[in-house]
């Protein structure tokens, strides 16, 4: 190798270079250079030659071959010398874009000593970005996920090119992510090669990595419910993929539904109760799907009704209060009395058919308003009543309160009131703590049977619930009390 030739020249030939075209000055015999790029492994493949084609006399000859970068750096890359004809051959990386130069500096032996000829050398342009290769993962229907490798992805948008598959579509989504300027991730979704295999590609600019051969695969049976919770009365489609269907049923707490045998893929509709749906198929195992219903937000409340003072023995239809004694009551239960008395009217609402939860009955809301909805409107009472005696001063029981050391009418009717309707410790309060604890109308939400009148009785034992909590009975504070048989003051 003739060191001593080449610094001298470079200065020469960096200035008579022209991009992409072979130059050769070689006086006395023949000398080339030559390169191509490979975009898809990233290298520069070459030769430079230096030869005595004529063979005139046998010389000796000697050829040094360097590239040179972009940036005017030169590489070595190999030495030849032999009788009439040298060729050095390389492969060379390129690390950065732009025109490299690959240069033959050619010698002969004359008596002995070497001798320069001159230089050849030819310009190749390297082009980024630039994809080495593709890590193909084991396809598998849905998703996959592997890596390229290469250089210049950063300021590049890469992308698929998939064939194949008889020209059918087998790619659900891909996308393509830019992790740093050497690697990229591809995601791809594959919905299933029925026919032939499939080929996928990553390109990049001008460049492209070699074709992944995908192979055929059935896509799997599948089962999807969407959405798969879903708030009550809401609708839910299951889908089932790969199969043929051959028939729907659903199954939840006490119920069980049969659907349709007509080989449909799909069964939907609205939902009032959580459970599963299971699709039998042709030649597999049944598929099932999990569906949760939650309760629908903010369903009314039934209210606690208002407290009415009433005429003695007060009757609202076949419910009553008691007749208190006109006069002469015994004991203070003879001096006042209240009753929740509970009532509704409501017309429970069906599924419709064709779908999960069909024919089933529900509560849809308090006030109804939506097609073939149900409505539960609240009509309970809380009457109440003291004895008649207590306004009547011409009684013998409201005359022989009169005493001062009787704690007087006054007095009674508001510890008869209190005992009754008082905002704590009375049969009111206690009625109005049991609807807050278990509420007919928030329990009503979640009502679902088989049939209209079960609805009904559900709700039914809500309310009667509320009622027996108002009517434990509790002392009141003592009071002085001149109950028949009337006395003196002791």
């Known amino acids: 190798m003739r060191k001593n030739f080449f610094f001298a020249l470079s200065a020469v030939v960096a200035a008579l270079f022209l991009p992409c075209a072979a130059h050769a000055q070689c006086e006395n015999f023949n000398c080339e250079s030559w390169g191509v790029y490979n975009p898809n492994t990233n290298t520069i493949s070459g030769y430079s030659l230096y030869s005595d084609y004529e063979y005139t006399q046998g010389w000796y000859l000697e050829v040094d071959s360097y590239v040179s970068d972009p940036n005017g750096n030169y590489y070595w890359v190999g030495s030849d010398d032999e009788n009439d004809e040298v060729e050095v051959d390389f492969s060379y990386v390129p690390g950065m874009e732009g025109v490299y130069t690959i240069l033959g500096y050619s010698y002969y032996n004359v008596e002995g000593s070497w001798a320069y000829d001159g230089a050849s050398y030819y310009g190749v342009g390297v082009e980024y970005p630039v994809i080495t290769s593709c890590t193909a993962p084991s396809w598998v229907i849905g998703s996959n996920s592997f890596t390229c490798s290469g250089s210049g992805f950063s300021d590049t948008s890469p992308s698929l090119f998939y064939s194949g598959n008889d020209g059918n579509n087998f790619i659900q989504s891909d996308s393509v992510t830019v992790n740093s300027d050497s690697q990229i991730t591809v995601n791809v979704i594959l919905t299933g090669v029925i026919y032939s295999v499939g080929w996928i590609t990553v390109d990049a600019g001008s460049s492209s990595s070699p074709p992944m051969e995908v192979p055929e695969m059935e896509p799997a049976a599948a089962m999807s419910c969407s959405p798969s919770t879903v708030t009550r009365t809401n609708t839910v489609t299951c889908t089932v993929t790969g199969a043929t269907v051959t028939g729907w049923s659903f ?15 799909a069964w939907g509709g609205p939902m009032v109760v959580s459970g599963t749906v299971t699709a039998t198929i042709s030649g597999g195992n049944p598929l099932s799907a999990s569906i949760t219903v939650n309760p629908r937000p903010n369903f009314p409340a039934v209210p606690m009704p208002s407290a009415a003072h009433v005429s003695n023995g007060y009757q609202f239809y076949n419910r009553k209060l008691p007749t208190l004694p006109l006069d002469n009551a015994p004991t203070t239960h003879g001096l006042g009395a209240s009753f929740y008395i509970p009532d509704f009217t409501e017309t429970p609402g069906q599924v419709p058919n064709g779908g999960p939860n069909q024919g089933l009955y529900f509560v849809d809301t308090n006030t109804g308003s939506s097609s073939g909805a149900s409505t539960l409107t609240d009509i309970s009472q809380y009457p109440w009543e003291y004895s008649p005696a207590l306004d009547n001063p011409g009684s013998a029981f409201y005359q022989a309160q009169s005493a001062t050391c009787w704690a007087g009418v006054t007095a009674i009717i508001a510890s008869v009131t209190a005992h009754e309707v008082g905002a704590s410790q009375s049969h009111y309060s206690e009625t109005q703590a049991a609807l807050a604890a278990n509420n007919p109308g928030t329990f009503a939400e979640g009502v679902v049977e088989l049939d209209a009148s079960t609805v009904n009785i559900d709700i039914v034992d809500v309310y009667s619930a509320a009622q027996a909590a108002g009517r434990q009975e509790f002392v009141s504070p003592p009071i002085a009390i001149n109950f028949y048989p009337y006395q003196l003051c002791p």
């Open 251 to 265: 199954s939840g707490g006490k119920f069980s539904v049969a659907g349709p045998t007509d080989g449909s893929t």
